[in-house]
Nanobody, 123 residues
Framework: QVQLVESGGGLVQAGGSLRLSCAAS????????IGWFRQAPGKEREFVAR????????YIIDFAKGRLTISRDNAKNTVYLQMNSLNPEDMAVYYC????????????????WGQGTQVTVSS
């Protein structure tokens, strides 16, 4: 089992920045990728980014490139999502998830999930 705990969400003005953290514990040797998803009210959960747990290879979905950066600190078993130039469309609950699969992108390809952290952007 892998436990994931997100933190760093909050209220920010449009144009501002937040850094989300995802701390992993438990059977982390089984992790291949950590991903970030978000879900806005009334919308489906959508994939945002992922990073190779061992390789550190990042992937950011196209609409977020240039504004979002994903990184990890293996010494702390933590993955970060740096979000800049936030706008109201970014407002959602952000979830991190762990996958044992190769290049996962769909939510069903992730095996473990955190509880989510709320990001609110005021215009």
């Amino acid at each position: 089992q892998v436990q994931l705990v997100e933190s760093g969400g909050g209220l920010v003005q449009a144009g501002g920045s937040l850094r989300l953290s995802c701390a992993a514990s438990g059977s982390i040797v089984s992790i291949n990728y950590i991903g970030w998803f978000r879900q806005a009210p009334g919308k489906e959960r959508e994939f945002v980014a992922r990073i190779g747990w061992n390789s550190g290879t990042p992937y950011i979905i196209d609409f977020a490139k240039g504004r979002l950066t994903i990184s990890r600190d293996n010494a702390k078993n933590t993955v970060y999502l740096q979000m800049n130039s936030l706008n109201p469309e970014d407002m959602a609950v952000y979830y991190c998830a762990a996958s044992r699969r190769f290049l996962p992108r769909r939510d069903y390809e992730y095996d473990y999930w955190g509880q989510g952290t709320q990001v609110t952007v005021s215009s």
